[in-house]
Nanobody, 125 residues
Framework: QVQLVESGGGLVQAGGSLRLSCAASGRTFSSYAMGWFRQAPGKEREFVATISEIGGRTYYADSVKGRFTISRDNAKNTVYLRMNSLKPEDTATYYC??????????????????WGQGTQVTVSS
């Protein structure tokens, strides 16, 4: 079992930055690839970024590439999402997720076993 708790969301002006954190419970965090997804009101959940279990491989949605950075600190059982140059269209609830099967990470939400409760990010224009 892995429990995930996101933090770091908030209200920011367009062009600003935020760093989301996702703290995981358990001693096997390094066995899971991690992902960030987001869901805006009235829209489906969409992939944002993923990172492999050790952190050597990352992949981003085209909409955030060059602006967002996913990273992890296995010693702290935490995965991060640094978001720069935020846009109003980035407004959503952001979720972190863990997969114990797809060790390189995945863009498919169905591949993830555990999910956090989400943290709200609102970008004002």
């Amino acid at each position: 079992q892995v429990q995930l708790v996101e933090s770091g969301g908030g209200l920011v002006q367009a062009g600003g930055s935020l760093r989301l954190s996702c703290a995981a419970s358990g001693r096997t965090f390094s066995s899971y690839a991690m992902g960030w997804f987001r869901q805006a009101p009235g829209k489906e959940r969409e992939f944002v970024a993923t990172i492999s279990e050790i952190g050597g491989r990352t992949y981003y949605a085209d909409s955030v590439k060059g602006r967002f950075t996913i990273s992890r600190d296995n010693a702290k059982n935490t995965v991060y999402l640094r978001m720069n140059s935020l846009k109003p269209e980035d407004t959503a609830t952001y979720y972190c997720a863990a997969t114990g099967t797809y060790y390189s990470g995945s863009t498919n939400s169905y591949h993830y076993d555990y999910w956090g409760q989400g943290t709200q990010v609102t970008v004002s224009s």
